[in-house]
């Protein structure tokens, strides 16, 4: 079987390009670098290709739901193993891999740890190669599956927030009810969630995305400055749409998500829903989510997430066409899609179809 033996520098790169392919959402560096770390303390965990596994073996996606401004938000390490036992108790059958929801700062060495502990390797099929803010589009068009019962484990919280949760239902209201409970335990859950078999994933994840999150953090990080702006554009083909300063800036937790808005230079608007899913200048749009919006400090080239935003800070804002990418089913799906335009009040569809 085809695999990367993880270590620290394949941490840095995994976290820094899993950065750039959160698109404003995916989690924090610093929270990436801490999990992926603590699990090479534990153990040597390897990157597997999906490729040598049989089609008939289990695989349980593996995530964090919420909102990442969230105050009091709080999982810690040994909440991400918990949330896979708890799911791994209630299916009564073996997992043969761990697979994320998607690339993200955080999210892109989800399983990492869970590995390390349990010895079930992680394979590289994530339900998405970016970040997308809702549960149903990390869970590889499960939404389409007349009758499909989702089965879903949550844990994360401290003191009267604590919470463990299990949930079989609709993949719609189980996801619905992790997001809602995300709230009550302070903004954000260790989730383990849907097992599906590696024949499904094939048809419906994203291959070799975490390969390419890798690949992108070497890009990143074996430059400086504007080169390595330059340097990320290359590998993605994708192109730097503006650069300047954040003149407005808004953002509200509201129902277990960051939304809001970014203005550059009084001229460019970008909006998120966790991740950016606009950017427009004037009624003219530039690129539209599932395309990959990400901003990065101009000087220092560091990611910088929807979460983490300032007004004053000097940013770069890059594009990246959704055919670069490598992404699920899911960003195929319009009915998916649909509710971005709800919340961000602006035309989606017509841009993404």
Not at 119 to 129: A, F, L, V, Y
Not at 245 to 266: C, H, K, P, Q, S
Request: glycine fraction near 10%; aromatic fraction near 6%.
């Amino acid at each position: 079987m085809a695999k990367i033996s993880l270590d620290k520098k394949m941490v840095e790169y995994a976290v820094y390009g899993g950065a750039v392919l959160g698109g404003g959402g995916g989690g924090w560096i610093d929270d990436g670098l801490q999990i992926g770390n603590l699990a090479l303390e534990i153990a040597q965990p390897e990157l597997y290709t999906v490729d040598e596994l049989k089609d008939e073996d289990l695989l349980v996606t593996v995530s964090l739901v919420g909102a990442p401004a969230a105050k009091d938000k709080f999982v810690k390490p040994i909440h991400y193993a918990r949330a896979l036992d708890l799911l791994s108790q209630k299916i009564g059958k073996p997992i043969q891999g761990i697979i994320t929801n998607e690339n993200g700062a955080g999210t892109t060495v989800n399983g990492w740890f869970q590995s390390a502990v349990t010895g079930i390797p992680i394979i590289d099929i994530p339900c998405n190669g970016r970040a997308h803010p809702t549960g149903s589009m990390g869970s590889m068009n499960l939404s389409e599956q007349a009758n499909y019962l989702s089965h879903q484990s949550a844990v994360g919280g401290k003191g009267n927030n604590y919470m463990e949760l299990t949930i079989s239902s609709s993949l719609d209201k189980a996801s619905t009810m992790i997001r809602k409970a995300s709230v009550e335990a302070g903004g954000l859950l260790a989730v383990a969630r849907n097992p599906v078999t590696v024949a499904y994933a094939k048809a419906n994840g994203a291959a070799g995305a975490i390969q390419q999150a890798i690949e992108v953090g070497e890009a990143l990080l074996s430059h400086i400055g504007e080169s390595a702006i330059d340097a990320v554009v290359r590998k993605l083909g994708g192109k730097v749409v503006t650069e300047g300063i954040v003149t407005d800036f808004t953002l509200e937790t509201t129902g277990g998500f960051d939304v809001g808005t970014v203005i550059i230079n009084d001229a460019y608007e970008l909006t998120f829903w966790n991740e950016y899913m606009t950017i427009e200048k004037n009624g003219e749009r530039f690129a539209t989510f599932p395309d990959l919006i990400m901003t990065l400090d101009a000087k220092t080239a560091e990611p910088i997430v929807t979460a983490a935003m300032e007004k004053g800070k000097q940013i770069t804002v890059i594009s990246v066409p959704k055919e670069n990418l490598i992404l699920s089913s899911t960003m195929r799906n319009e009915k998916l899609m649909k509710p971005v335009e709800e919340v961000i009040k602006k035309s989606i569809l017509q841009y993404c179809f």
